[in-house]
């Protein structure tokens, strides 16, 4: 396999969000600066149809090219890319996305488990993890396995999350390193794309 | 998800190990994925390490099966994505139907969930009695699921909704007789399914096709084993031939592409030359 060639290499932004989440991204994109040197990556909770509106819809919030990851796509710096329904979302040790049908994890398909402990192995110490809004426990064990890879975590401030539960549950259960509300998130990445 | 760490390393020996010993060849697999199977299959059947995972798969054949059984993704089923289903019911059949014999490749077809809706279709549209549909795995027990064509029951609900949503306008039930929980499918769907083992990563044409379907396999391939499947393809192709991928999967990547036009919006091309 080919490996990648250390001057490319860039910080990776992983966030995953379940119910509650869309309202924090449409909070937050906006908020974005467009000439991030960082790649985005979305996995959200969402009904399992083909149905590819969403990116469309994340895309007038911000200028930054969203879209919907297709198999074997690239993951390149000053793009965001949103996990497609109905598949986890994994990522190469080449900077590919690969995506994978098998059987739900948490209840979900996407699962963020799956992508944060994916993308911990391939990005460690270059990624940040971020769990957002959300009424179940999926994303803490991906969390943990970021922080073992010397990766960052943040979790949304519970008391900003329409859903606290699924940020809470990661906070409870392992040490997070930061608890950040919608706007400490957003400058947070743009702190990040400077840098 | 599991606590267990494995290096990149002892998968490349355990891969090895079992292309030396048993002839399957998974190194050119979505590294990806087939690193979160093995590590899920030492959770399974609990391995204190992954020494012995590898001892055992060396030294017992019996548990090759298994392992290639849980390495391999075999989620599937009936009418999934219907909106492709209805495209191949109303745009790509009544082409097919102006031909004296309908020959379809469902490579990679798991259990057969896609290759019994695809029977549906056809005898709907009063075609099943000239057509063949070539059923292949690689893996000979999913196969052997395709030849009994028993579904879980609870399924059958989805299934129903998938099918109606495909554009089906029969009661879906009639399709199959519920039993101890559960659903056997007609054995009129079966009589033209040829089932046969055949490996994308090492096996090569064997017919030439109006139809091929292989949804949501090459995700599990790396880009040089999907580019070795996409060719196989090609070549097993008539002009004016159709292949069908999965809603996520392209051929952007590939030399094929030159050759083929995509139809509007589902993922499906037409072999131009």
């Known amino acids: ?195 | 998800m599991y606590n267990m760490t494995i290096e990149d390393e002892e998968i490349d020996l355990l891969l090895n190990d079992v292309f030396e010993i048993y002839g399957y060849d998974f190194t050119s697999y979505s590294r990806a994925s087939l690193k979160r199977r093995i590590i899920r299959l030492c959770a399974l059947d609990k391995f204190p390490s992954f020494a012995e995972l590898r001892y055992r798969i060396r030294s017992e054949e019996d548990y090759l099966k298994r392992f290639v059984e849980e390495i391999t993704v075999n989620v599937t089923e009936m009418f999934r994505d219907p909106s492709f289903y209805k495209v191949l019911r109303t745009d790509i059949l009544p082409i097919l139907g102006t031909k004296p014999f309908i020959r379809i490749w469902h490579a990679g077809c798991s259990t057969g969930e896609e290759v019994f809706s695809m029977a549906i279709m056809l005898h709907e549209a009063n075609l099943l009695k000239k057509s063949l549909l070539y059923a292949t795995d690689l893996n000979p027990s999913v196969l052997e699921k395709v030849r009994k064509g028993i579904f879980p029951l609870t399924q059958m609900k989805q299934y129903s909704e998938n099918y109606i949503a495909s554009g089906g306008t029969k009661d879906f039930s009639t399709y199959y007789t519920a039993n101890y929980g559960q659903a056997k499918l007609n054995q009129e769907l079966s009589e033209k399914i040829i089932i046969s083992t055949h490996n994308l990563v090492s096996d090569g044409s064997f017919n030439e096709f109006d139809l091929i379907l292989c949804r949501n396999v090459l995700i599990y391939f790396d880009k040089d084993l999907q580019e070795r499947a996409l060719k196989l393809f090609d070549d097993s192709l008539g002009t004016l031939g159709f292949l069908a991928l999965g809603s996520k999967e392209t051929l952007k990547f590939s030399t094929i592409q030159s050759r083929f036009r995509q139809l509007d919006k589902e993922k499906i091309w037409k072999k131009m030359i």
Do not use: C, W
């Not at chain 1, 910080?11 to 908020?31: D, H, Y």
């Not at chain 1, 990661?170 to 919608?182: K, Q």
């Open chain 1, 1 to 195: 396999m080919e490996e990648n060639d250390l001057k490319n290499k860039f910080k990776v932004v992983v966030i995953g969000g379940s119910a509650g989440s869309l309202s924090v991204l449409f909070e937050m994109l906006p908020a974005l600066r467009t000439d991030l040197s960082i790649a985005i990556i979305l996995v959200l909770h969402r009904k399992n149809s083909a149905d590819s509106s969403l990116s469309a819809l994340l895309s007038t919030k911000t200028l930054i090219p969203t879209r919907e990851v297709e198999d074997k796509d690239p993951i390149l710096p000053g793009n965001i890319y949103l996990a497609p329904a109905d598949y986890h979302l994994l990522i190469e040790k080449d900077y590919i996305f690969s995506l994978d049908y098998s059987e739900k994890v948490n209840f979900s398909r996407p699962s963020l488990d799956v992508t944060f402990e994916s993308a911990a192995d391939v990005f460690g110490p270059d990624l940040t993890a971020i769990l957002l809004s959300g009424a179940n426990d999926d994303g803490t064990e991906g969390l943990i396995a970021v922080k073992k890879t010397d990766g960052f975590a943040i979790a949304q401030k519970p008391e900003s999350a329409q859903m606290p539960f699924m940020p809470q549950h990661a906070i409870s259960n392992m040490e997070i390193d930061l608890v950040l509300d919608i706007k400490g998130i957003s400058d947070f990445i743009n702190s990040l794309a400077t840098h």
